[in-house]
């Protein structure tokens, strides 16, 4: 009996309402395959928590996460009480970095039954794979001088390690997929970090000849993301251009609500997360009416990052039919609740 | 009589191809309203020019161009021949820096006739004011180390002056529109400069207080450019947010190739340059089937800024019916020449 202990941070606003869903789906699929169990620990780490404690998250909050295999967590923000770049710095993004969790990967493909934006949505699967560690999220900068005189910099540090890493992970996952790879640059307007980017990534590719590669500028690639999706198998990014263009993936698919995510750390010292794409949705938490795909999708990635790829099928099977059949919340052009959606897919996977 | 005097830069690839066609299209316009005159004044400065002199223009260039009423630019960038960051900071990035031309505005809109790939591209018509002389594009960087420990940091500089431009430069844009601006922000990420951005366009929208207004963060208004276009008025954006989010806004309409822009100096010191989003396309450039709308409609933008709305109009409504009866290049779905479509167009302001 293999059993999976994974901590459970649901955070804030649908975060609160996804997570518990997609615990419940999570305990069928267990039910039904039998061979492995799942031992869930919860943690108020939030904006609410915040308030109470003065910070996201205990001070040995990272050392406590460290013993699981997993951590599973919903969404941070809550902007009317704690400022966003306080929140996330404080809990989201400090586990992403304290426990190196190096890359994020995020699939967008065609999803049946789904109301693409797009005339023609068919046939794309692609997966952004995304430096998470460094690049233009930086704690590095400051201001000077007041008022009309203020300057703010910011500074976007990319190191050998972090971007080679990002994009070895890209070409070996493109080994298992459709064998091509292409690099978002900026190389034309931003004159240091890019084209750094760019020599890195011609010296990479050379290890792995039988991978095709492209490259183009974030700003072209993010107007292909909408005009041919078709044509992309792995993409790598920095960290900006990677939440950037997974967000048109997002959007492309028919909602941002369904695009799964994982933060995968690879040196094997610290447990991965894994957290959708989509924030905490402050404007809609609380009316039972948030998208459970988004969070069930991400639980198949933590599934098949454990090796139960046969469970992540049958979930993911299991999602287009439900979603098919037009069982879905309203952000999709459904009208199902929240709990509909998941109870849907419940009974789908038991039949 | 009124004459225009205006510095004509082809640049390189399809720019040459384009820029020769809007002309001819100027002077018909011109001839027909009469009362005003272009003097053209063509300058070499590109890519070959570059391999002839070892840069892209001379060093008494922007003299040169000061004595121009407006510049009027193709696309500049040749990588075969010389790096981007080369040829772009040497010419184009040159010329918007140094003639102080902070704001670089691009309209988005549904055309007619025109295959958008949103199913509902319908009604949306919006404009992107991007900071266009500082922020994430910034020579101040540099590497340290070699190899595996190489390090390459990007300084992004935000200031006071320049934010509060191009955001008060936003609202009054919107005086004249719908009367609303959205701001695109990271600051949930980028924690320097995303932060003064939010607290300079709190405080500069005090001013305004009958224009509403929104703020999102990149990747959710990236996805939003997508999924629901319509909602928008004017956004006002930083240089990198501003050039991914105007690439969307070509894309929605059909074709990046179609999309107008204008860096305008809005202190009188020097002239504005029009220029359209699209770049040099080598790959296409001496087919003879560039499109030539997106150059077309910036010499649109120019007769706007010159006060001649009239003549503006008349060629916006000529492009559109063109467009409209299906005379339009291979990139939007028509199977005419750079030349016919020009030809069709110049008929059409005739009759
Ligand atoms: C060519 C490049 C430097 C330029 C930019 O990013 O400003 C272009 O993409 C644009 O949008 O005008
Ligand atoms: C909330 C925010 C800091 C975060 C990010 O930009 O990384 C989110 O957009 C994401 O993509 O996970």
Known sequence: MQKYEIAVIPGDGIGKEVVPEALKVLETLADIHGGLSFEWTPFPWSCDYYVQHGKMMPDDGIQTLQNFNAIFLGAVGNPQVVPDHISLWGLLINIRREMEQSINIRPARYFKGLQSPLVNPKDFDLIVVRENSEGEYSEVGGRIHKNEDEIAIQNAIFTRKGTERAMRYAFELAQKRRGHVTSATKSNGIVHSMPFWDGVFDEVKKDYSEVETASYHIDALAAFFVSRPQVFDVIVAS????????DIGGAIMGSIGIAPAANINVNGKYPSMFE???????????????NPVGQIWTAKMMLDHFGEEELGQHLLDAMESVIGEGIKTVDIGGAATTKEVTEALIQRLKS
């Open 239 to 246: 960290n900006l251009f990677g939440d950037i263009l997974t």
């Open 276 to 290: 959708p794409v989509h924030g905490s949705a402050p404007d809609i938490y609380g009316k039972g009416i948030a």
